[in-house]
């Protein structure tokens, strides 16, 4: 079977882009054109090779579920496994029009309030798409903690540095 992608990749799946990772929306069912006859066999037919099962399943460091070991994307979230990347995605910005109750943003949204920014009451309206837009021109980048590099020159003979 093979799909394309927003993107005009074709993929051997339908759900992530081979690729690129992106999803594949699923189109309604197109009209199943009529397989064609099996071959007649051949002497020159070989069996092919029984596939091996695979060794433990990959485990997305994204969300955390199973994949194929030999998988080039999650195929939950679209995590590139060869690069270490999510694909480009956006993510909707929920409100509430009603005052905040508290200040942790942990399981609220932003609300009306400027003491206590969030609230635990339901989201009721989306705020604008330029308060949380993406950066980057889509372009993959590293995610690294920040680092310094040190050396150390250590004497082991003699007095050094000098106590004077």
């Known amino acids: 079977m093979s799909a394309q992608c927003p993107n005009g990749h074709h993929s051997s ?15 309604a069912d197109p009209v199943s054109a009529p397989k064609p006859a099996p071959a ?3 002497s020159l037919t070989l069996d092919p090779k029984p596939v091996p099962p695979s060794a433990a399943p990959l485990l997305c460091p994204n969300c955390g ?5 030999d998988a ?13 990347q999510l694909p480009a995605h956006s993510h909707a910005l929920q409100a509430t029009a009603a005052d905040g109750t508290s200040a ?10 400027d003491a ?12 604008n798409a330029s308060t949380l837009a993406s950066a980057g021109g889509g372009q993959q980048h590293n995610n690294l903690m920040p680092f310094v590099g040190v050396s150390f020159i250590i004497s082991l003979f003699g007095i050094f540095p000098s106590q004077n």
């Open 40 to 42: 007649a066999a051949s």
């Open 72 to 84: 080039l994307f999650c195929e939950t979230c679209g995590y590139d496994f060869t690069t270490g």
């Open 13 to 27: 799946t339908d759900d992530f882009c081979d690729v690129c990772g992106a999803p594949i929306v699923a189109a």
């Open 104 to 113: 942790d943003p942990t399981n609220n949204v932003w609300a009306e309030s």
């Open 116 to 127: 206590r920014t969030f609230s635990t009451a339901a989201p009721d309206t989306s705020m």
């Open 65 to 69: 579920e199973e994949n194929l070991v």
